[in-house]
């Protein structure tokens, strides 16, 4: 050997052992450059090419080594041993069959260490090879996977909350991120810039919600556009999706009198300002004037025909499989029976929840509470440097001085959230109109309607009596009518009548966000939604001929993954990847930047001005600050952190400054910026617990949920090798998962680490089984494991449970289920906690992918038939459990369940 190859090699062998994977290959190939028939230099190039999870060029240096190692019989066989491994890490099962054979043959009449892992491989290569129409067909995995449910179910499934108006501040999706040349500090706020993007540009709104960010990225656009020249390849997509019909339904009800203003050319006409006043009242009011309901039905209807009719606007496109529920909302709001008093004293009961739910919650909401209360002390100041101390003590704010409340104060006049409590303080006239909603529980008329409600005139003269307010009452009765569309069907039939307590006077602020400026002054509500509407209608009128808006009804999640494999969509050549990405809130109910990261980073372009938007309102009051929301989903602790573990960047905003915004890194990511093998494998391991036991914490109205079920921790794995982690790490994590016991430090929430031991598992093998059978077509690597589960071998199951207990509000909690015999009357967690470290045969499984109607009782999961036959044969129960405080429900007899059908082969894709 050449003496400078030799010394070459050993520096290579010191930076591998160091890790330092890519210099190590470095120094390889120089001693290779210098002993091209010297085998061991590529065989090492090899094992640092294999170590990094770059299998390709692996594979190159493996057959180089191979062509001049003839009589190294050990070393061949190494190497054949990790080319079969290569190969599978890439799916390429045929190749890795005629390897393994070949290395069968090395190994024949030579006793060679390899042996027993040559025939573990050539097992599970033979095995693959049984299913390998299955193995390595994407299609209809993703197909099964979109079947499957995302989250824990809730413990009552029946309906879902509408949420006519929505809390947050209203922005253009299209500012405040960043470019290229300037630092990204937080209170930054640039604009995207649609003339500098590659069209289509394309946006997207999870949770579309009451459509306030949309129209505000419409007037961003339209004011863009006025700087612009060229419109021949100019056009925007507008993607925008919510779990509720009704909500699209509404919003297709606005757009169409936002387009009959749009075609009306004097804004300042008594056409145009009768209409913008109706509009104000369908808007934002749940109880109208007849001649505001009667343009309202004639609204919807117009709606319904064009529908109907395939007649509408080509601005507009609404997904085929979502018609079918817009309309049946829209027919319902022709049918609306409520009374306007209804609707009134509904309001003042919602009004009175909200009250007593906002008490449970310290600190920083009670803050805000208290300075809009007392939003008069800040007239037109920014800061909190003219408010007496008396005040500042009276707020309830956290800090041990005077000087460290006015700074937290100072921080919160900054946020949006103040500014909505705050609206009232410098319009004298929205103040009025804002106490007589307060006691009345409707909106006072705007003035150039007026005429039409003698009876409201003194109103505005605060000259009113016991004999004006009781003409008052019977005016309202006579004359005012239910807003149709602030009640959705199955929420009605699901809990009765449940209006939003918000008055329109808080509400329009951050509807109307800062399209238009609310400059101090004797201002009435109608003089800003006349701004508004105006603008908006202006704005429509100048893009409609170059923007697309599409409406689609279904879950985010399942709409996100179901993007590239959606045959209408891809004919229309609708985009599936997003410059632009608003998800409201919707991250606090379905697991916050860890729910962000696996489901909807991967629909986001990879460009430097790409980024993700999202709110924290349900819990805003649960963390000290933006880190540790962050923390308490992902077990980050950093948001730095994020980029090593997850591939995503903060780029601005906390929870009471801008919103959070994320964006997603390069992938894959370089060396240099991956964590280290046991820190990944330790998170990991971490991750599976929290999922599958979440930590227990109290219940409040104001809640922290962790509804993702064993599905997102692959799905977590999939995010790593897409960031550059090598496959073999998560291929041998995997088969230790499923063998049902693995040595490690991690432990179950709230411990997360102990000292390194082996850790039983078994209770969770089954949701583990049915998730790996479902990913593992999807998953870029075969999972090295002689126990891997075969999705032929799941079935469905379906068991009718009792009525659920006394669970709490409908929307408190999420279930898991529960497979334990009778006698089963352990603490859940603490004695799973306690069996998984003792290694104990296990006394119960838990289950966190199945799903459960509330209204039929049912529950269905998957299952391998041996394990239930077991689990019946012996006399076993299902109970559900929530899972904040692991309360158990009622158990019922195992042998009641059925068996439902096998997996379908066929894909047909579907939301």
């Not at 509408?312 to 909302?329: A, E, F, H, T």
Request: charged content about 25%.
């Amino acid at each position: 050997m050449n003496e400078q190859a030799q010394i070459l090699k050993e520096e290579g062998n010191a930076l591998y052992k160091k890790g330092n994977l890519e210099l190590a290959i470095e120094k390889y190939s120089q001693a290779s450059k210098r002993c091209p028939d010297d085998p061991v230099f590529q065989s090492n190039i090899s094992a640092a090419y294999f170590e990094l999870g770059r299998y390709e060029p692996c594979l190159q240096s493996i057959d180089l080594s191979l062509s001049v190692a003839n009589s190294n019989i050990p070393l061949q066989a190494k190497l054949l041993l990790r080319k079969a491994r290569c190969l599978l890490m890439l799916k390429r099962l045929e190749d890795s069959k005629q390897v393994i054979e070949q290395l069968v043959k090395v190994c024949e009449g030579n006793s060679l260490p390899i042996a027993e892992e040559c025939k573990s491989i050539q097992k599970i290569i033979e095995e693959s090879l049984l299913h390998k129409e299955y193995l390595l067909n994407s299609e209809v995995a993703h197909h099964h996977l979109l079947s499957l449910p995302k989250y824990r179910p809730a413990s009552d499934t029946a309906a879902l909350e509408y949420f006519v108006i929505g809390h947050d501040a209203a922005s253009s999706l299209l500012s405040g991120s960043f470019n290229k040349r300037d630092s990204l500090t937080l209170g930054c706020e640039h604009r995207l810039m649609v003339s500098q993007v590659v069209p289509p540009v394309s946006v997207f709104f999870g949770g579309v919600g009451d459509g306030r960010h949309t129209f505000s990225t419409l007037v961003d656009i339209a004011e863009q556009m006025k700087g612009m020249k060229d419109f021949s390849k100019f056009s925007v997509h507008f993607t925008m999706i919510d779990i509720k019909a009704a909500a699209i339904a509404r919003n297709l009800v606005i757009l169409n009198l936002v387009d009959k203003l749009s075609a009306i050319k004097n804004k300042e006409s008594e056409e145009a300002i009768k209409l913008m006043a109706k509009m104000q009242y369908i808007l934002l009011a749940a109880v109208i004037p007849s001649y505001a309901c009667d343009l309202l039905q004639e609204t919807i209807l117009e709606v319904e025909t064009t529908i109907r009719a395939n007649a509408l606007p080509p601005y507009i496109y609404i997904q085929q499989s979502s018609v079918p529920q817009i309309l049946k909302v829209l027919n319902y709001w022709k049918n609306v029976s409520f009374t306007s008093w209804q609707f009134i004293e509904n309001i003042n009961k919602k009004q009175e929840e909200i009250d007593r739910a906002m008490n449970e919650v310290k600190g920083s909401k009670d803050m805000l509470r208290n300075m809009g209360d007392r939003a008069g002390f800040f007239e037109e100041q920014d800061t909190a440097s003219q408010i007496p101390d008396s005040e500042i003590e009276k707020m309830g704010v956290p800090g041990n001085t005077i000087a460290e409340k006015r700074k937290l104060i100072n921080q919160l006049l900054s946020s949006d959230s103040a500014k909505r409590f705050q609206m009232n303080s410098d319009n004298m006239p929205v103040a009025q109109e804002s106490a007589i909603y307060d006691q009345l529980k409707f909106m006072i008329p705007p003035i150039p309607l007026m005429d039409a409600h003698p009876v409201m005139a003194k109103l505005r003269t605060d000259k009113i009596n016991d004999t004006d307010f009781g003409a008052l009452q019977e005016h309202i009765n006579s004359d005012f009518k239910a807003n149709p569309t602030f009640v959705d069907e199955e929420w009605v039939n699901f809990v009765g009548l449940s209006l939003t307590g918000d008055s329109p006077y808080q509400a329009y602020a951050g509807y109307i966000g800062d399209v238009v400026e609310r400059k101090p002054g004797k201002n009435t509500l109608f003089d800003f939604m006349k701004a508004y509407f105006i603008k908006v209608a202006n704005a429509l009128s100048a893009t409609k001929q170059y923007i697309k808006l599409e409406w689609m009804v279904g879950e985010l999640c399942n709409i996100a993954q179901s993007l590239p494999f959606d045959q209408e969509r891809l004919k229309l050549n609708f985009p599936i990847t997003f410059d632009r990405i608003l998800l409201s809130n919707i991250p606090d109910y379905t697991g916050g930047t860890l729910f962000v990261a696996l489901y909807i980073m991967p629909i986001l372009k990879g460009v430097y001005y790409s980024s993700v938007k999202f709110t924290v309102l349900l819990n805003s009051g649960r963390f000290k600050d933006y880190t540790e929301y962050s923390k308490t989903y992902t077990l980050l602790p950093t948001l730095d952190s994020h980029g090593s573990f997850l591939g995503v960047k903060h780029q601005l905003g906390d929870i009471w400054e801008q919103d959070p915004r994320w964006t997603s890194l390069k992938l894959p990511l370089p060396t240099s910026q991956l964590a280290s093998y046991d820190a990944v494998i330790l998170w990991l391991i971490q991750m599976f617990f929290f999922i599958v036991l979440p930590v227990e914490r109290a219940h409040t109205s104001f809640r922290i949920e962790f509804p993702l079920n064993l599905l997102s921790f692959i799905e977590l794995i999939k995010r790593l090798v897409a960031m550059g982690y090598p496959a073999h790490w998560f291929s041998t994590l995997l088969a230790n998962l499923l063998s049902g016991e693995i040595s490690t430090s991690a432990r179950p929430p709230p411990v997360y680490k102990s000292k390194v031991s082996k850790i039983w598992v078994k209770p969770f093998l089954p949701d583990l089984e049915l998730a790996v059978a479902v990913y593992q077509p999807i998953l870029p690597f075969v999972i090295t494991s002689p126990t891997r589960p075969d999705l032929n071998n799941l079935k469905k199951y379906s068991i009718k449970l009792s009525k659920l207990g006394p669970f709490g509000p409908p929307k408190s909690s999420v279930l898991g289920l529960r497979f334990a015999p009778e006698s089963y009357t352990f603490n859940l967690p603490q004695s799973l906690k306690q069996d998984i470290e003792d290694k104990y045969k296990p006394e119960c499984y838990m289950m966190s992918i199945f799903e459960w109607d509330s209204k039929s009782l049912i529950a269905t999961f998957w299952c391998n038939p041996k394990l239930m036959n077991d689990m019946i044969r012996e006399d076993w129960y299902v109970t559900p459990v929530r899972t904040d405080n692991w309360a158990p429900d009622r158990s019922v007899p195992l042998k009641n369940g059925r068996e439902e059908k096998k997996w379908k082969k066929r894909p047909v894709f579907r939301r």
